[in-house]
């Protein structure tokens, strides 16, 4: 009876919080909206005091004697080109180009070959105790006669 009850109130506690993250997004994006909007019509930087403005246009001037541009305008207006990072999966790099199952089949192999090498350590491992057992009866046969 207890999950009964539970489901539908976390169903409708959730779809609740959805819809005022949704209400908050569409605030934000309104918001981002109307500043460009006025930024667009301004044409420039909007709510902004005059020392940043001069501010502004010193590191503008100062970028365009660094790379001897003619003038501050010129700065403002260059393409900025932003490459594509190219961003190589983790997982992808330490498979090395292998697919999964090329590498359990090369898990396998490496299994087989271990088992393989430790039975043969074990046969040997037998005979060298049986070797033991055999020399040790023998001298205890000595001793005795």
């Given at each position: 009876m207890f999950?009964?009850?539970?489901?539908?109130?976390?169903?409708?506690?959730?779809?609740?919080?959805?819809?005022?993250?949704?209400?908050?997004a569409g605030a934000f994006l309104k918001q981002i909206r109307d500043l460009a909007s006025k930024q667009k019509s301004a044409g420039g930087l909007v709510n902004t005091s005059p020392e940043i403005k001069k501010s502004l246009d010193e590191q503008l001037n100062r970028l365009a004697n660094k790379f001897k541009l003619a003038n501050a305008d010129v700065v403002a207006k260059?393409?900025?080109?932003?490459?594509?990072?190219?961003?190589?999966?983790?997982?992808?790099?330490?498979?090395?180009?292998?697919?999964?199952?090329?590498?359990?089949?090369?898990?396998?192999?490496?299994?087989?070959?271990?088992?393989?090498?430790?039975?043969?350590?074990?046969k040997i491992e037998q005979q060298r105790l049986a070797a033991l057992a055999s020399a040790e009866s023998g001298s205890a046969n000595a001793k005795r006669a």
């Open positions: 999950r009964q009850v539970v489901a539908p109130a976390r169903a409708l506690s959730t779809s609740a919080l959805r819809q005022k993250e949704d209400l908050i260059l393409n900025v080109d932003f490459e594509k990072a190219q961003v190589e999966s983790s997982v992808a790099a330490g498979l090395e180009g292998k697919s999964l199952d090329e590498l359990i089949a090369g898990v396998k192999a490496e299994e087989a070959a271990y088992l393989k090498q430790r039975e043969e350590k074990k």
